[in-house]
């Protein structure tokens, strides 16, 4: 089993920044792609942006530019440095981590963009 906790959310005003982290910890061998995903009220979880072992990152158009995804394997840890947040970015943050086919998805953290 893999475990999978995200932190850093927040409360942060238009154009400000936040770092998201995630850990992966339990049974870690050999996790491949990790990803944070988002889900706003009302609306299905999206992709946000995944990165391989390797260290290849992929995001989405709506956060290049803005987004940066990153990875630590020595820590098991992802991590999503969000830069000129708008308001339509708000929404609960999901980290998940795919093992084996399988994927572990965290709890999800908070992120507020408000004025």
């Known amino acids: 089993q893999v475990q999978v906790v995200e932190s850093g959310g927040g409360l942060v005003e238009p154009g400000g920044s936040l770092r998201l982290s995630c850990a992966a910890s339990g049974s870690i061998f050999r996790i491949s792609e990790m990803g944070w995903y988002r889900q706003a009220p009302g609306k299905p979880r999206e992709l946000v942006a995944t990165?391989?072992?390797?260290?290849?990152?992929d995001l989405v158009n709506s956060v290049k530019g803005r987004f940066t995804i990153s990875r630590d394997n020595a820590k098991n840890t992802v991590y999503l440095q969000m830069n000129s947040l708008k308001p339509e970015d708000a929404a609960v943050y999901y980290c998940k981590a795919r093992q084996f086919n399988l994927d572990y998805w965290g709890q999800g953290t908070q992120v507020t963009v408000s004025s």
């Open positions: 990165i391989t072992r390797s260290g290849s990152a």
